[in-house]
């Protein structure tokens, strides 16, 4: 039954128009309704939420899909898009916890890290948020114009984590 659901899933996000979510929902109600506690249903239902805008209804879905046991490609997704959400409502302190979880859990994925970045700079980590962006240039990035000058990029990287860090150590005085 779950490859057949699971196919089912992928047909409808294939189908989905992102400007217009509502058939999507709708598709995917009867599937909740059936398999109220499969994880990758509850992470397909929050998504769609989300990208309706629904950020507040989102979360709960993504967070029941968490604790459900999602695991995988679809797991690392969730985190980045539970994880953006917080921190689009507000609550850029658990959006860091939610995005530091995750890259301990996925520390090689590069949406993750980008997303990240995202919450460090509204959490005000400036420096960081760009060194960490620095960081996956180096890392992941691979032209002929840039390799030449990657370890001056990760050095810089460094010496921009570094300025928040004192910042912060300067303000625990």
């Not at 779950?2 to 509502?22: H, K, T, V």
């Not at 689009?88 to 993750?112: M, Y």
């Not at 948020?129 to 460094?158: C, F, I, Q």
């Amino acid at each position: 039954m779950i490859p057949e659901l699971y196919n089912e899933l992928d047909r409808i996000f294939a189908a989905r128009d992102r400007s217009n979510m509502g058939p999507t929902i709708a598709a995917l109600l009867p599937l909740l309704e059936q398999h109220p506690h499969n994880p990758r249903v509850l992470y397909e239902v929050g998504g769609a939420y989300d990208t309706a805008g629904d950020e507040a209804t989102a979360l709960g879905f993504y967070e029941r899909a968490m604790t459900g046991g999602l695991e995988g490609d679809v797991r690392r997704r969730c985190y980045l898009q539970y994880g953006s959400t917080v921190r689009n409502l507000g609550r850029v302190d658990e959006s860091v916890t939610v995005f530091a979880r995750a890259r301990k859990e996925f520390p090689g994925s590069v949406a993750l890290g980008a997303f990240e970045s995202l919450t460090l700079h509204a959490v005000g980590q400036v420096n960081t948020a760009l060194g960490s962006l620095l960081a996956l240039l180096a890392d992941h990035v691979h032209s002929e114009e840039l390799d030449r000058y990657k370890p001056a990029m990760r050095r810089n990287a460094e010496y921009l984590a570094s300025l928040d860090s004192s910042a912060a150590s300067e303000s625990t005085r």
